[in-house]
């Protein structure tokens, strides 16, 4: 592994030692058991199937060996009844093995389907409920990979591995048995390729286990890779940065061909020592017998059962080395994804949740409040009254911290000591359907959803929404006239061609979403950067009244924006610097005023 693409993941590759190895299996087979639990009696079902199955299989070399044993010689004298049944029973065998094999495969295919329909839809709805801070940590590309290549795995190892899995086990099993009642001494002698065979599995799971999490690690790294890019494409092209991410991929993908034909090499050596093992005890087993039959301690009919007996004994054996295989590669997959799946939340809903007072008055409250992003202390000791309908401005420098006030009043992270209240109530406290109706948060990349843009504005009020309060919102922040000017108007798909929306006029329907939802608490980050500045001017005359009776924190670079709020909050390396109102704190000779003076030639 080179330098340059260090750091795109950061998966531990090469260094799992056993306690992490036997944690990662206990993780992934509780996985595993919970998918199974709620398949228990279709699949209880399927072993049925195959075991009738394996029974219809059995019975028919049995048959073979009475009819030659018994069978013919009694047809010799003239008595063809017990040819005629054993023939007769074999037609039926053969065709019990069809009906049961059928059944057992769609009903596994069901099985397998179902399960990993489960397993999406709970990896999805997971994923969603994390907290931004994993999200920041854990790109989307590593959560893609999870959705897509280590679920493709697992469905490999479900669809064509788990049957033959099973059909090989219990065919082995019962041939195994038959063997042993046939004949004891050559059963014995069949059954010694086990032997090797079983420390051959053995080693060959310790080292494909290492290299299937290898191939699943770079496959990840090449999809970050490939997200990465794609997200970023404008300023890759503007930057002309291609070469060095071709270069880049070439090295991820190459390292994945890599691991990949490491673990198909082991497979090869794998499936040619377990068909070695499989003739050489064929051979011996042979020789053995013809011998005995020679010497008159085997009857022929036996000896031809052992033969077609010992033929479906070493077939299956390719079965569990491709099932070993998938087995291997999906194994690493739910490691993974099990662990996706054991993230919790860094921000979880409260066990015991408090409610909040009804209607929700909205004063927030920084008591000591502590916060860092797992770095650097980004806020020493905030403290912070904001009383019910206030509208607060926060101003200061990049990286002063006024995102991460933001973010802490709409608990998108906890803070590390102190507490952020709510009408007096902790968030930690407060039900997360409770908080996001309370609290709404606007942000300067305006979302939207695929749908109409009259979905998009009613999102924040739910399905309660009628057309009427959508345009009044629209109105209200001026988003009206653009919109009735679409192709379909409000029922105009977002995201179809021809009707892709400026970064303002995506903003301004965000904006319209959040006024609908009508929150005790509305907050503005840069909301309004985008608009130029006509349509500031419009929205800056709505904003007044929509502010009226509600709890505001604007963050906003226009001097206009924070000349409405009642008051302003200079923000300058996580501390309150400054506070009062815009009016008096243009007066004073403060941060506030150098701010002021610097804006006012250039900006209104
Ligand atoms: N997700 C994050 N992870 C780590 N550090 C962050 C994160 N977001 C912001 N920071 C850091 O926190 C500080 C304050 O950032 P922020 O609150 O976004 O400032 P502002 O909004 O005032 O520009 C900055 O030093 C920034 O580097
Ligand atoms: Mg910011």
Redesign the pocket.
């Known amino acids: 592994m080179t330098q340059q693409w260090q750091g795109v993941a950061a998966e531990d590759l090469d260094t799992i030692d056993v306690a992490t190895g036997l944690r990662l299996a206990t993780r992934s087979r509780r996985l595993l058991g919970s998918l199974l639990r709620s398949q228990l009696s279709r699949i209880s079902a399927a072993v049925g199937l195959l075991l009738a199955d394996q029974v219809a299989l059995l019975a028919g070399p049995l048959l073979i060996a009475v009819a030659i044993d018994r069978g013919i010689p009694a047809a010799l004298v003239g008595r063809t009844g017990p040819l005629i049944w054993c023939i007769a029973g074999y037609a039926v065998t053969g065709l019990a093995d069809a009906l049961t094999v059928s059944a057992f495969l769609r009903l596994s295919g069901r099985i397998g389907q179902d399960v990993l329909l489960d397993l999406r839809e709970r990896v999805f709805a997971h994923v969603q409920r994390l907290s931004l801070a994993f999200h920041?940590r854990y790109t989307s590309g590593r959560v893609i990979s999870r959705l897509t290549s280590d679920l493709d795995s697992l469905q490999e190892m479900l669809d064509k591995g788990l049957d033959g899995f099973f059909i090989s086990v219990l065919s082995i099993v019962g041939i195994g048995a038959m063997l042993l009642v046939l004949d004891i001494p050559l059963g014995l002698v069949a059954l010694a390729g086990f032997i090797p065979l079983g420390l051959l599995t053995r080693w060959y799971r310790r080292r494909s286990q290492h290299t299937y999490r290898a191939t699943r690690t770079w496959i990840a790294r090449v999809i970050v890779q490939f997200v990465e890019t794609m997200n970023g494409i404008r300023a890759v092209q503007a930057f002309r940065r291609e070469p060095r991410n071709v270069s880049i991929m070439d090295g991820l993908s190459g390292e994945f061909a890599d691991a990949e034909t490491e673990a198909l090499r082991l497979v090869a050596r794998f499936t040619s020592i377990v068909q070695l093992v499989g003739s050489v005890s064929v051979a011996v087993t042979l020789l053995l017998g013809a011998w005995r039959v020679l010497d008159g301690s085997l009857t022929l009919g036996v000896l031809a059962a052992f033969v077609l007996y010992l033929r479906r004994f070493y077939d299956p054996l390719d079965e569990l080395a491709m099932f070993a295989n998938s087995y291997a590669s999906s194994a690493a997959a739910l490691e993974k994804i099990s662990g996706l799946l054991d993230e919790r939340p860094t921000v979880g809903d409260p066990v015991a949740p408090v409610a909040l007072p009804s209607p929700v008055r909205g004063e927030v409250v920084f008591d000591g409040v502590r916060f860092s992003?797992?770095?650097p202390e980004?806020l020493p000791a905030l403290d912070l009254v904001i009383p019910a309908g206030q509208t607060v401005a926060l101003v200061?420098a990049?990286?002063?911290?006024?995102?991460?006030?933001a973010k802490l009043v709409a608990r998108f992270y906890d803070p590390v000591a102190g507490a952020v209240r709510l009408d007096g109530v902790d968030l930690r406290a407060v039900a997360d359907a409770d908080l996001r109706r309370a609290v709404v948060m606007v942000t300067q990349e305006s979302f939207l959803f695929a749908g109409s843009v009259a979905d998009n504005i009613a999102l924040g009020a739910g399905p309660s929404a009628s057309r009427s309060d959508v345009v009044a919102a629209a109105r209200a922040v001026g988003a009206d006239e653009f919109i009735t000017a679409l192709p379909n108007g409000y029922d105009t798909d977002v995201r179809k061609r021809g009707a892709r929306l400026s970064a303002g006029q995506r903003q301004l329907v965000s904006f319209a979403r959040a006024l609908l939802a009508d929150p005790a608490v509305l907050v503005l980050d840069e909301a309004t950067s985008s608009l130029d500045i006509p349509s500031e001017q419009a929205v800056q005359a709505a904003l007044a009244t929509v502010l009226a009776g509600r709890t505001a924190l604007i963050?906003a670079h226009r001097l206009s924006t924070v000349l409405i709020a009642d008051r302003v909050l200079v923000?300058s390396d996580g501390d309150v610097i400054e506070d009062g109102p815009p009016t008096h704190l243009i007066t004073a000779a403060g941060p506030f005023a150098t701010f002021h003076s610097a804006w006012h030639p250039s900006l209104t």
Do not use: Q
Request: neutral net charge; without cysteine; proline residues 0%.
């Open positions: 920041e992003y797992g770095g980004i200061g990049t990286g002063a911290g006024k995102s991460t006030v963050i923000l």
